[in-house]
């Protein structure tokens, strides 16, 4: 087609065998779209376009890839907000029409499988090297492998006796990830085969990590460019890995202003396209949401400790301090 849309915080480039979504950057403009800056989405990657009325007088373009075509949407499982869909564009309703147009003609050009699931991802992925700070430590991705290294503050103490951890993805299955619009989000990646993978070991540490701290922002341009070399034990297998992603060493657990979801979604694509890329043989399985389950009085009382802080921070509102904490006691 050759034309292009533009819409409210994105613009679509119709293609003849693609489009090119081109994210706006702006206060306004979700930062997840920013960080993604552009998408390329092959015709054959999506499932179905809709148009339907929005908010506030405007109308909503919206492209529904294939299950399986998109290492994003994967890594999300459903979690995303409307807000933070990639594949909907919103426009003025004055140019409704206009929208129709494109839509009728991108319907026309879904292949004849448009309704199967992809066997492999049609789009591409974040590019790495990447990183991100979570609330207990910093997580780093070259390409090849992943590592986490412990903050001071914010491990908890398995994960100071496990040491810092570094994954090559030929050793891993996939990923698990949890929005951390919840308080209790993490990325946790899961192991390859019955007998569980293996970190790649580094050299011994006679003190704990480097004493690297939450507020230690100088280590970033580091752990991007520099080689993931930490000390590392094995990845459990699924059966004997903790239940909970904050003493599992193989996880990296989120909190409010830690590890939000435009650091955190596009990291975790990145490494669940490397891992897919790496095993064709051995496909992964598809990301699993796995519930936090009942919890020990213990555990109760530091977690709601913690929102506690939280809140007087003023990170957390007063309705939010009380739905979680309601939540939280009702695990017991």
Do not use: N
């Not at 496990?162 to 919840?182: H, Y």
């Not at 975790?268 to 043989?281: D, G, I, K, N, W």
């Amino acid at each position: 087609m050759g034309d292009v849309l533009a819409g409210i915080h994105a613009t679509w480039e119709f293609d003849d065998d693609s489009v090119l979504i081109r994210f706006e950057r702006g206060i306004r403009t979700p930062k997840l779209f920013q960080s993604l800056r552009e998408r390329r989405v092959p015709h054959a990657a999506l499932s179905s376009v809709t148009l339907a009325p929005g908010k506030r007088g405007t109308v909503v373009l919206r492209a529904t890839p294939r299950p399986g075509a998109d290492p994003l949407l994967e890594a999300a499982a459903g979690q995303l907000k409307d807000s933070h869909d990639p594949y909907r564009l919103v426009l003025p309703a004055e140019r409704e029409t206009l929208a129709e147009y494109y839509a009728d003609a991108l319907r026309a050009l879904l292949g004849p499988d448009a309704s199967e699931p992809a066997d492999r991802f049609m789009v591409a992925a974040p590019e790495a090297p990447m990183q991100f700070k979570a609330y207990d430590g910093r997580a780093g991705f070259d390409g090849e492998r992943v590592c986490f290294r412990w903050f001071w503050t914010g491990a908890s103490t398995a994960k100071w006796k496990a040491g810092d951890q570094t994954f090559l993805v030929t050793e891993l299955s996939g990923i698990e990830w949890r929005s951390p619009d919840a308080i209790d989000g993490y990325l946790r990646l899961l192991p390859r085969g019955p007998k569980g993978a293996v970190a790649v070991p580094g050299p011994a540490m006679s003190t704990p990590m480097g004493a690297v701290t939450a507020s230690d922002a100088g280590t970033d341009a580091e752990l991007v460019a520099g080689p993931c070399t930490a000390s590392g034990g094995a990845l459990p297998t699924a059966a004997a890995r903790p239940a909970r992603a904050d003493q599992d060493p193989a996880a990296v657990v989120f909190g409010l202003g830690y590890g939000p979801v435009h650091e955190s979604l596009p990291f975790a694509a990145a490494v669940l396209e490397s891992v897919r890329r790496t095993q064709p043989a051995h496909p992964a399985p598809d990301p699993v949401l796995v519930g936090a389950g009942r919890r020990d009085p213990a555990d109760i009382a530091e977690r709601i400790r913690h929102l506690g802080e939280l809140h007087q921070a003023g990170l957390v509102t007063d309705d939010e301090f009380s739905a979680k904490k309601a939540q939280l006691l009702a695990e017991l």
